[in-house]
Every structure is written in C-alpha cells, then in structure tokens.
C-alpha cells in the first residue's frame, strides 16, 4: 500500500486491531458538550467499498472515504473525530494533511486550526465484526452467502465511517455503495441510481442513496447481501421486509405488515407529524445482540423473529411489539432526539409505552396491556430493586455509563411512569402535548424540560413536581390496605399505606398516585355443588394517592369482599401487599376464579414480589401454581409463571426442599401437557415448561419418548425447534449426549442450529464440558457474538449446581480481565449471564466475593455495578431461602 501524498508514513502499514474486542472511546458528555458547543455538522457523504480485488465479498475490512462538512464558531480551535480504523489511505482537514501516525482508537483524529467553513476527508480501511458493532459480517452455513448489517448504538457509528459520533451533532447523509451485483443494498436513504462498478473479474454494481434529513449518527444504517425481499405500499410509504434467502419461505410477510400498516394509521392519527423519513424497510438480521434498532427508515431486528418452528402467540405478540416500538422511534428518538444520554429514556421510555398502547387499540392484540403488566413491569420491579437502580432520567456521564442503562428502568419503568402521567392527566391531553413537542422540535434535541413544557401546555398541570417524582428518583413504592370492619361485615375505615423503598433506593419517597381499587367477590357460593365459582368486580374507585396514609372514603360503607385488589386496571407502577383475607382467597382457589385477565396477572404479580421479598414461601407459591396455573387462559401468563416458578425452586427455594418441588412442577407440567387441547398454545408452553424441569423416571421417559416417536400427544409436532429442546434437556440429566446432539445438527445445518448445538454440549454434565464452555464464553473472541451466547446458556443450567461449584471463585478472579478482554456490551452479557447465582452459589462467601470486586475502585464502574447487581440477588435469595425453610415449621 501506497499512502496518499503528502500524507506521512509512520504507523500506517502496520497498524492492525482486533475488530471484536477493540472498544470505542469512551466519550464523556463533557467531552461532548464541548464539541456540540464548538461545531455544527452538514453533511457527511460517505463511500464504501465492500469488494475485495476480484469483485467478491472483502472477508476483514472493507474501504471507507468519508467527507465531512462542518462548521465552528471558533475558528482556530481544535476537536476530534472519531473513528475505528485498521489503516488510513488520506486524512485531510480543508485540503491539508492530517498526521495520523500517534493514531489510537480511543483518542480519534485531532483537527487543529478549524476554519470556520471546513471540509474533512478521511479515507481508510475499516473492520467487519463478528460482535454484533458495528458493521458485522455474517456467512450463512446453509449457501456460503456474505450477509452484513449495521448496529451503531450507543457509539458505534465510528466503526463505519469517521464521524462526529454523539446523538446532538446532527447532519445529513449521504452513502454509495460498492458491492457484488447481486446484492441487496438498503440504507436510510431510498435507491436513487445503481451503475456498473467495473470490475475486472467480477460483476459488481455501486448503488447511491438519497440524502437524508438531519438525523443523528447512531441511527444511520447499511445492510448488505443477498436478502430476499417482500414489497408493500402503505399511505404513500413504501414498504420492505427482507431477510436472508435461506429463510424466506418463513417470513410471515402477511402479519408483519399488517402490523406495520396498523401502526403508521395509529401513529399519524394521534402524532399529529407524518412519518418522516421516507420509505420504511424491515430486516431480519442474523446473530442480533438485541431486539430490533430503530434506524431510520431502515429497522433492523432479530431474525429470531422468522419462526422456523411452532411457537406460542407470545412470541408473535412481543414481535408485534417490537415492530410498534421500533416505529415509535422514528419520532420518539429519531425525529426528536435527546440531546444527551441523560434523557435516554425520552426515546426509550416513550417507545415503549407507544407500542403498547398502539397494539392494544390498533391491533388483534388488545389484551396488551396485560402482557405490559406480566413482562415488563415485573423486568422494571426486578431492576428497581437492585443495588444499582436509578432513576429514568439519571446522570450519564460517559457511553460506558449509558450502556449498562439500556435497562428496566429505562424501558419499562418509564413506559409505566408514563402510563400513570396519563391517568392523571387524560389521553387527549397528553397526546396534545405529544404533537406539541414534535412540531416544537422536529429534527432536532431535546431534554425533559422541553417535553415538560409541551405537557404542561396542554394538560393545564404544573408537572416538575411529578417529574421530580417518577423520573428523578429510584426505587418502587409498595402499597397496602389497611381497613377496618363493623359488624355487618362492612368497611368502617380504609387507607392507602404507602411504603418508601427504604432498603433499595437512595431515595427513599414517596410518590403520587392515579390508582384504582377493584372489589372482587364471588358470584355464586364457592361450595355450590359442581357449578365453578366465578370472582368479579362488583365494585372499583378511582382515587390520588400520596404521601404515607391515603383515606379512601369513598369505600366506606361497602361489604368487604372476597379480593381487594389495590392498582385495579394498573394504571400505577408499584409493588402491591395483598391483605390476609385477599391473599386467602387467591390460595384456596380464587385466583382461578377470577375473570378478569389483567386482575389475575396484578394478583400473580403480586404473589411472585411477595416471594422475592421474603413474604411467601416458594413452596407455598408452588401451592397457588398448582391451584392455578392449569386453568389459567392468558398463555403469556403461564410461561411467565412458570419461568418465575422455575428461578424460585433454583434460588429461593430451601435447597433440601427444593428437589422435591422440582418434582411436583414437573409432575404438574407433565400433567397439564397431557390435559390440554390439542395443538394449542398452552399444550406447547406445559410441554416446553417439563423440559425446563424435568429431573428423573416419568418426566424424562416421556421426554425420550417424544424424541423417539414411542410418545405421542394428539396436536403436537416435534419439529426441529422441539427437538433441540428436548435434546438438551435429555442431555443435561445425562440422558443422551453427542450422538444425539451430532444427530439433530444433521438435521439442521443453520446457523440456530449451530447455536442450539452449542448450547446442547455446553449442558452435558461433564466437568471435561463445563471447562470448555467456560473457556468459549470467556477466552475466544474469534467465535461470534451470538455463539458464545449460546454457550452460556449452556454453561449455567440450574440444575447442575454441584458442576458449577468450582467457576464461583473463578467468576470473581477472572471478572476483571474478561471485562478488558471484550467490547463493554459483549463484556456485560457474560459479565450478567455467568454471574454464579447458582444453588452453591448462594452463599455468605459469594458476598464476601462481590464485596470484594465492588469495593475495588480501580476496576471500571459498570463493571462494579453489574457486579452489585448480581450480590443483590444473590442476598435477597439468602433471605428468601430462610423463609421458605422456616414455612412448615
């Protein structure tokens, strides 16, 4: 290689990283007020090429010439810009060499002297990833296809192209792109030209874009390969799906758009601002470190998402969901964006609960809200509580602190904050200031005091002070009702007792509440011969809640009934103590009783929060699962329970009882797979719930049997997804091992398959496999992402404590160094995913262990937060433990 001249030699040729675990710079907002205050950015056009010399895929980097115009309003200053690079061919501010022979990743370029108009160009060959940042690459196993994508947040644009990669430098882009001939390219932009590249040997095409509006760096886009791709047209937006050609014939192109149409209908009718960016394609990308990224224009999510096998409606509620989350970005996040990661949740916080209520009212799915209810308030309740839990809006002071926030709290506490801000306001109004916000600050940033001040507009409320409240402090409130009876059976007082979240919140407050307070009694005597009670609401208020003691007079004079169910309709986000006499009812059979599907998931909410806080037995919850769970009609919620079920026997559980629990699920699981209609969706989720626990005789016989074919049940299909189940489950109780691993992995050849292999060998219960696992989940950068996911799950089955006995002390030794080894948000799922919460683990020496790491101030932040988040649960399973030993006694 030649360098361009003029431009200096020193460190140019030799300069090579590793692209899967070099980290981008941390940036600090200091860092980036300083630039936001100092430049405003144009426009960037950006060239790629992703051809080697004979015109095929480029297999480590490709070439990138970027030219930036921008201006300062301090001529003669000096900044930075950033980018990853394995070498540079040119680098020139205004048409002057830059030396870039000190380059570091972490420091960027420097650019001395800015003139007040400036014109940068920076021409260099940048890396392809495997981890999921970046520009990953991808090679189907099934054709040898190349398949690339882009995710760029938090940091990440960098990777890419040279950038000034913070979300409040706003600009304008512009790419074209170099490619095989027979490659889908899609990006922000529409296709606008495609030529002939001419190359010698091959065919190649380049194809240039459409320039977009003003957008942030995070969300501009590229995928590359040779996708299939399904066409629609919607209100004057085109419409695209795509995903890898070995996967088409399972793109439910039907489903996906018509969520899709029903969410632009929704969203224009109450946004009040047309969707702004154009067309709007959908890609299914393979080994996808998350859901789904709202680039704009150009969303990417999770080819999970294509069922090659049968699975519940849960799985095709949540895609809707992430579909109508995704889309509430190009507003929440991408029209307006928060000006720094500070006000992370003014994208995220807002898209999730847009989603929500958009599915619930635009789609099939109307029942949403109590999905929202069982699965993401119990993700926020649970991260409220640990040591680390912060408010929605919380001090960022650098990306490394932002990545450990994309969280609970920032997705699910938020939506539900927001949920009660609209009890407490109305719809209408909250939606007027919605659309104020828009029109006030399209294609630019914002903080929370600028959605305030649209809010406070048009609900006629001062809010800083719920604010202040919900967005600016931690912890969850717990509710309670405190009454008292006369002697005809009727309330003669009755309060609200509001706890502040003492032992897990800095904060410790008080918080105002919207709230509802159902009354549930039952229709018919629960001794009336063969006809089956039924428990409903014969009364509900709607009251404000504050302080330590509310009096609700409103319910003076009425008959106590069977359930007092505080949060009635879950318009508030707290944690609820259900009262004696309540909690009666639901144990000896109420909660199978109770008609109403958002009631019963507030009541098993509230169970499962009464077990993590030590206020319920885990075998006494087991009791009410088995009273329960089979007649329970919401899907959702079983699998829910059940997963919840399943941790409680692993961690909370008496560990001399727990085996004996275990069974019962199992029995119980097996029983209700047998007992369900054939075919349905509670028939698979009972099923998948016996390989979860299946431990020894009938559980795992019928388990084999399934394998085999000797077992059958009427409307069940074991495709290749049941397989790979049942395989690793037979496989982890030492019932089959690598022959019928090898034998399903002929079977499917796919890179799931590959994955599902990898989880299968790691679950053998061998210390010869655990020490492999361990060193794949930890050591080999070389492997993907996604694959050393799959080899922690693996790794950490809860049911092969006395294997994983000896990676405690382990864990603690080596956290340090995998944290340096890997990019921070790879580094944090094995950091999270391997935490030993095992049952061995939970013990006072893991304590001392975490204590230990936490207190040790050299090692990074987030690190020593996650680190305090796993000892949190570890605690609190101590606790919950002492509790459920003492239940019979």
Known sequence: MRPAPGLPTSGLDAYRIDANTVRVPNLTRQDAQQRAGLLRVDSYDVVLDLTDADGGPSERTFRCRTTIAFTANRPGASTFLDVIADRFHEVSLNGRPVDVSGYEPADGIVLAE??????????????????????????????????LYTQFETTDAKRMFACFDQPDLKASFTLHVTAPAHWKLLSNGAVTEVEDAG?????????????????STYITALVAGPFYEATDHHDGIDLGLYCRDSLAEHLDTDEMFTITKQGFDWYHQNFGYRYAFGKYDQVCVPEFNSGAMENAACVTMVEDYIFTSRVTSVRYERRATTILHEMAHMWFGNLVTMRWFDDLWLNESFAEWAAFIAQAQATTWTDAWTTFAN?????????????STHPVACDIVDVEAVDVNFDGITYAKGASALKQLVAYVGL??????????????????????????ALNATSGRELSGWARLWLKTSGVNTLSAEFELDSDGRFSSFAVIQDAPRETSPDNVLRPHRLGIGLYSYETDPDAGDQ?????????????VDGARTEIAELIGQRRPDLVLLNDDDLTYCKLRLDEHSLHTLRHGGLAALQDSLARTLCWSAAWEMVRDGKLATRHYLDLVISAAGSESVVGVVQAVNKQLLQALEMYADPDWAPAGRARFGDLALANARAAAPGSDHQLAWVHALLDTASAGEQLDFAAGLLSGEQQLEGLTVDIGLRWLIVRALVARGRAGEAEIAAVEADDPSAAGAREAATARARIPSAEAKATAWSMATQDSDLSAAVR????????????????????????????????????????????MLFPSWSSAIDEQTLRLADALVADTSQPAALRRLISEGRGEVARALRARTVDAAADR
């Open 114 to 147: 800015l003139a007040e108009h400036n014109v940068a160009v920076i021409d260099a060959d940048l890396l392809y990833t495997t981890n999921g940042q970046g520009l990953h690459r991808f090679v189907d196993p099934i054709d040898d296809e190349v398949y």
């Open 199 to 215: 190359h010698e040997h091959s065919q190649t095409k380049t194809v240039h874009f459409a320039t977009t509006p003003r957008m």
């Open 375 to 387: 699965a993401e308030k119990t993700w926020a309740y649970k991260q409220d509580q640990l040591p």
């Open 428 to 453: 209408p109004q909250f939606l007027a200031g919605v659309r104020q916000y828009f029109t006030d600050h399209a294609f630019g940033n914002t903080t929370l005091a600028d959605l305030l001040d």
């Open 532 to 544: 089956a009670p039924k428990l409903v609401r014969t009364h509900r208020v709607e009251v404000d």
């Open 789 to 832: 996911k799959a080899v922690r799950i693996g790794f950490r089955d809860p049911w092969q404590s006395e294997l994983l006995a000896p990676y405690t002390a382990r864990y603690f030794a080596e956290a340090a160094e995998i944290w340096d080894r890997f990019t921070a948000e790879n580094a944090k799922g094995i950091i999270v």
